[in-house]
C-alpha cells in the first residue's frame, strides 16, 4: 500500500482521480434516471470499460462479480441464469432480459427462452443492471428471480467520436489462439440535432474439447461471435426526441464446452474430451430494430417504446448413446445399435409497444402510469434422424418429427409511485394487471413418438403489486423494506396420456429488508435480507416417454447479500461482495424426484467475490491502472438434491488480473488473464439418461481454463 500511495502523483492528477470516484451512479431500475443510493431496490451496475479490462466475451465471465447471479453456461447463447436462488427449474426463463428499454427473448412455454438467452458481446455495452428480487410490476412476465438490463451507449450529437480495437488471446489446452475485432463510430450529422453512432465487432474463441469418437472433431468447441449497431438520435426540438437503433448478432460454434466422464465419474480420454461420433454445430442471430420516442409536456413526460425483434436458433445433438442404443430394442434386435442426431429449430418473432407518462423528477411526489402489449409468434421444430454407422437411413429414420408452433399475446397497465415526507421517510408502490392469451399446435409423426395433431389455448389473468418504505438516514444512507410478486404466465401443454391439458403461472412473492449507504468518504456498503416465497413451480417432467410441462410445489429462498466499497486514498478501491441462498423445496414433489427440503438445482449455496483496482499516473501523458479479482462459489445440484439422478457440481475459487497504460489520452494496452491458476472444476455436473430412463454417462460444464489475452485499443 506504501509504495502504491507514493507513486500516486500530487496535484490535479490526484485531483482528477478523487473527482472521478465521487460522481454519482445513474440506473433506470425505475424507469427514470435516479442515483443508484436513491433506489430501494437491490442492484448491482457493471459499467461496459470493466467488462473490456477483464476480456468479458460473454455472461459467464463476468456474473462471478455479482452478488446472487449464476451463470451456467455450455457457449455463448445457452445460459441458465438465475439470481438470489430462483433458477429456471422449467422452460421459461427466471430473469427478465431488457434491451434499453424492452424485453427480449420469449415468456412463453415452447420457446425454451430459460436456456437459450440473449449473451451480448460487451464491446458496445455502456454498462448492465441487475436488479434482484422480482421486477414484474415494471417489467412485466417472467422476471420472478429479477432482471438483467444491457444499456447501450447512447448518440452524441455534439461530438465526432472514433474507437477501434484489436485483442489476440489464448486458452489453456486450446490448439489454436483467439481474437477479437472491434470498431465505433460516433458522427453528429447536425450539430445538436442529429447525431449517429455505429459499431461492429468480431470474436474469434478457440476450442479445447476434442471427441473420442471422432479424430475430425479436435478441439471442436470454438465460437464466432459477430455483432453490430446502429443508433440514431434526433433532437427535434427542445421537447422532443427520436432514438432509433438496430442490432445485429449471430452465434456460431461447433460443439459445446461439456466435457464426459462415465457414469461412475471417470473422465474420457485427457479429461478434456467428450463422446460424440457427430458434429454439433450451433448457430444463434437476432435482429432487433426500436424506436423510443419522449416527449416533454411539462407536467410530465410521454415516451413510446416500440421494437420488433427475430430470433432464430439451431441447434444438433449427437443422440447417438440416447436414442441410437436403443434401436435393438425397439425393432425386437433387427436393427443394430446406430447413429441419431437430434436437431432443434426455434424462431421467434417478438413485437413490443409501450407507452408511459412519467411526472419529473422531484422530492414531493413522483409518479408513472402506462400500458404494454407484446406479440410472440414462436416456432419450435425437432427431428431425430436414424442411421447405422456408415451414415445409411435405417429402418427407423426418421424416429420423431415434432413441430410446436404457438402464439403469445399480453396487454398489461401499470402504475409506479414514490411519495416523499419531509427529508426522512418516503414511500413506493406499483401495480401491474396482464392479461394474456396463448394459442398453442402439436404435430408429431414418427415410429419414436407416433402420429398426432391438436390444438390448444389458454388465457389468463394477473395482478402483481409491490410496495417499499424508505426511512432516509442521511443524503448518503438509506435504509428500505419491500414486498413485491412476479410471475410467469402459464400455457396450454402438450397433448399425451396423462399430461395435464394446462399449465398454470407460477409465481413469487419476495420480502426483502435493506441499507445502503457511505459510511464516511471512503466505504460505501450495500446489503439485504430477503425471503422469496415461490408457488405452483412450473417443472419439465416425463410422461410415459415424453416430456411435458406441469405444476410442482412450492419452495423458498431465504438469504443475505451484500458488497463493500473501500476506497482508503485515491486510485485505489477495493469491492467484497457475497450472497448466501438457502433454496429449497417446501413439500414433496414427486414430479421431479423432490422431497420436501431437497435443495434447489442450479443454485449454489454460497458466491463470493473480492475486487481490488488502482489507477495511478505515469509521468505526463500517461496513466495506468492494475486490478485483481478472486471469485468463489460453492457447489450446486443438477435436479433437485433429493433426485437419484441429481449429481453436484464442483465448488471453486478462480483468480483474475487484468493491467492497462494509457498514452495520450488516445492508446490503451490491455493485458488480462482470467482462471489465471488454471483451477479445474466443472461449474455443473449431469447425468445423461438413455431412452429407457438410465444414466449413460455424465456431461460436465467445465470452468474456463487460463486464458491469457492482450488488446490495444484506440480513441479519437
Do not use: C
Request: proline residues 6%; hydrophobic residues 40%; charged residues 15%.
Amino acid at each position: 500500500m506504501a509504495a502504491l500511495t507514493a507513486a500516486m502523483p500530487a496535484g490535479a492528477q490526484e485531483a482528477e482521480l478523487a473527482e472521478a470516484e465521487s460522481e454519482v451512479i445513474v440506473v433506470t431500475a425505475q424507469k427514470r434516471e435516479e442515483a443508484l443510493q436513491d433506489v430501494p431496490i437491490s442492484i448491482t451496475v457493471v459499467n461496459g470499460e470493466a467488462l473490456r479490462d477483464q476480456g468479458a466475451g460473454s455472461l459467464v465471465d463476468y456474473a462471478g462479480y455479482v452478488p446472487g447471479m449464476t451463470v451456467i453456461s455450455s457457449q455463448p447463447g445457452t445460459s441458465i441464469i438465475s439470481l438470489r436462488g430462483i433458477a429456471p427449474v422449467g422452460s421459461a426463463q427466471a430473469v427478465g432480459i431488457y434491451l434499453d428499454d424492452a424485453p427480449v427473448g420469449s415468456s412463453s412455454l415452447y420457446a425454451r427462452s430459460a436456456t437459450y438467452s440473449l449473451d451480448l458481446m460487451p464491446y458496445d455495452i455502456a454498462g448492465l443492471e441487475i436488479l434482484r428480487g422480482p421486477q414484474g410490476t415494471l417489467y412485466g412476465a417472467s422476471s420472478i428471480g429479477g432482471l438483467l438490463k444491457y444499456r447501450t451507449v447512447a448518440p452524441s450529437t455534439t461530438d465526432f467520436s472514433v474507437k477501434a480495437g484489436g485483442e489476440l488471446f489464448t486458452i489453456d489446452h486450446a490448439g489454436n489462439p483467439g481474437w477479437a475485432a472491434q470498431v465505433m463510430v460516433n458522427a453528429p450529422i447536425v450539430q445538436d440535432k442529429l447525431g449517429m453512432t455505429g459499431s461492429f465487432s468480431w470474436r474469434k474463441t478457440p476450442g479445447f474439447v476434442s471427441s473420442v469418437n471422432n479424430p475430425a472433431l479436435n478441439d471442436a468447441n470454438s465460437v464466432e461471435q459477430v455483432g453490430g449497431r446502429v443508433s440514431l438520435l434526433w433532437n427535434a426540438t427542445e421537447d422532443f426526441t427520436v432514438r432509433l437503433g438496430g442490432i445485429w448478432q449471430t452465434i456460431d460454434a461447433n460443439a459445446t464446452n461439456n466435457v464426459v466422464s462415465t457414469v461412475a465419474g471417470v473422465p474420457l480420454g485427457d479429461g478434456w474430451s467428450y463422446n460424440a461420433f457427430l458434429p454439433e454445430p450451433f448457430h444463434k442471430s437476432i435482429d432487433y430494430y426500436s424506436a423510443v420516442l419522449d416527449y416533454d409536456l411539462g407536467f410530465a413526460t410521454l415516451t413510446s417504446v416500440s421494437t420488433y425483434s427475430e430470433t432464430k436458433t439451431s441447434s444438433v445433438q449427437d443422440a447417438s448413446l440416447v436414442f441410437g442404443v436403443a434401436f435393438p430394442a425397439l425393432s425386437g434386435g433387427a436393427v443394430p445399435e446406430g447413429l441419431a442426431p437430434f436437431s432443434i429449430e426455434l424462431g421467434l418473432e417478438k413485437y413490443t409497444q409501450e407507452i408511459r407518462l412519467a411526472s419529473p423528477s422531484n422530492d414531493r411526489f413522483e409518479w408513472m402510469i402506462g400500458a404494454f402489449y407484446t406479440k410472440e409468434t414462436s416456432e419450435n421444430h425437432q427431428l431425430v434422424r436414424t442411421f447405422d454407422f456408415s451414415g445409411e437411413p435405417n429402418l427407423f429414420d426418421p424416429g420423431a418429427i415434432v413441430s410446436l408452433p404457438s402464439t403469445f399475446k399480453e396487454m398489461a397497465v401499470f402504475a409506479n409511485a414514490t411519495a416523499y415526507f419531509g427529508d426522512v421517510f418516503a414511500l413506493s408502490g406499483g401495480l401491474r394487471y396482464a392479461k394474456n392469451k396463448q394459442n398453442f399446435q402439436q404435430i408429431s409423426e414418427g415410429p419414436f413418438i407416433g402420429d398426432a395433431s391438436f390444438t390448444g389455448s389458454s388465457k389468463e389473468d394477473v395482478f402483481i403489486y409491490s410496495i417499499s418504505p424508505q426511512i432516509h438516514i442521511s443524503e448518503d444512507a438509506m435504509l428500505y423494506a419491500r414486498i413485491a410478486n412476479g410471475y410467469r404466465p402459464g400455457g396450454p401443454n402438450v397433448v399425451f396420456p396423462g399430461v395435464p391439458p394446462q399449465v398454470a403461472a407460477d409465481t413469487l412473492v419476495n420480502y426483502e429488508i435493506g441499507f445502503k449507504g457511505n459510511l464516511g468518504s471512503t466505504l460505501a456498503v450495500e446489503v439485504a435480507g430477503f425471503y422469496m416465497d415461490w408457488t405452483d413451480i412450473q417443472v419439465v417432467q416425463p410422461f410415459g416417454g415424453v416430456t411435458g410441462q406441469a405444476n410442482g410445489p412450492s419452495a423458498v429462498s431465504k438469504g443475505v447479500e451484500g458488497s463493500v466499497t473501500w476506497r482508503p486514498v485515491p486510485g485505489l478501491s477495493v469491492v467484497a461482495s457475497a450472497a448466501y441462498a438457502d433454496a429449497k423445496l417446501t413439500a414433496d414433489a414427486p414430479e421431479i424426484s423432490g422431497v420436501d427440503g431437497a435443495r434447489l438445482p442450479s443454485v449454489p449455496k454460497f458466491t463470493g467475490s473480492v475486487q481490488a483496482d488502482y489507477s495511478f499516473g505515469i509521468g505526463e501523458n500517461a496513466s495506468g491502472k492494475v486490478g485483481l479479482g478472486l471469485r468463489h462459489s460453492s457447489r450446486l445440484a443438477s435436479l433437485p438434491s433429493s433426485s437419484p439422478d441429481n449429481l453436484w457440481s464442483d465448488p471453486y475459487t478462480a483468480l483474475d488480473a487484468n493491467a492497462a497504460v494509457t498514452f495520450d489520452d488516445h492508446w490503451t494496452v490491455r493485458v488480462y488473464a482470467r482462471n489465471l491458476t488454471n483451477k479445474r472444476a466443472s461449474t455443473q455436473r449431469s447425468f445423461v439418461l438413455n431412452a429407457f430412463g438410465a444414466q449413460a454417462y455424465q456431461a460436465n460444464v467445465p470452468l474456463q481454463p487460463r486464458t491469457i489475452g492482450v488488446a490495444l485499443d484506440m480513441a479519437f
